[in-house]
């Protein structure tokens, strides 16, 4: 059973958001050693990036700000759903970009920040193995993302 009562903890509570904080006790609950956090900025309609472990230096540029639609963040924000790749290093899906595999990720999953129906960004973890996450690990991650979209629109608030 996934433990997410520490970051949904940290979510609740009444100081501003470190979202760096959240990944990595994101990555920690779920044993990855790489994840992606992108708020959509509605201005441009792009993901940016807010917080990342993991990822090399020189992948960096292409993961600061991402389309909708394009790479695994991409897609599973255009799609509104959770999307997962067991194998980077082997997928012909066409749902990660040429690029993800230079991070050495293999199993990996990616959720949108939705909260009633809007959109607010992407949640990314990788595991650097073949790896299919479950029903319920994609169910704790999906509860996740809700809490984030809920802390990110009280920071936005205030």
């Not at 949904?8 to 990555?27: E, F, K, M, V, Y």
């Not at 960004?121 to 690990?137: M, N, Q, R």
Request: glycine fraction near 8%.
């Amino acid at each position: 059973m996934i433990q997410t009562t520490t970051i949904l903890t940290t979510l609740q509570g009444n100081s501003a958001p470190d979202w760096q904080t959240i990944l990595n006790q994101t990555l920690e609950t779920f044993d990855c050693t790489t994840g992606t956090l992108h708020f959509l900025e509605p201005s441009d309609g792009m993901l940016h990036l807010a917080a990342q472990v993991g990822i090399p230096a020189f992948l960096l540029p292409k993961m600061t700000t991402i389309p909708i639609g394009k790479g695994m963040a991409g897609i599973a924000a255009e799609r509104r759903q959770p999307v997962q790749v067991c194998n980077l290093q082997t997928d012909e899906s066409g749902v990660a970009r040429p690029s993800a595999k230079d991070t050495q990720m293999e199993g990996s999953l990616a959720s949108p920040l939705l909260l009633n129906g809007e959109l607010y960004g992407t949640l990314g973890i990788a595991k650097p193995v073949p790896y299919e996450f479950s029903d319920e690990e994609i169910a704790a991650l999906t509860e996740i993302s809700e809490a984030i979209c809920h802390k990110r629109i009280g920071s936005l608030t205030h």
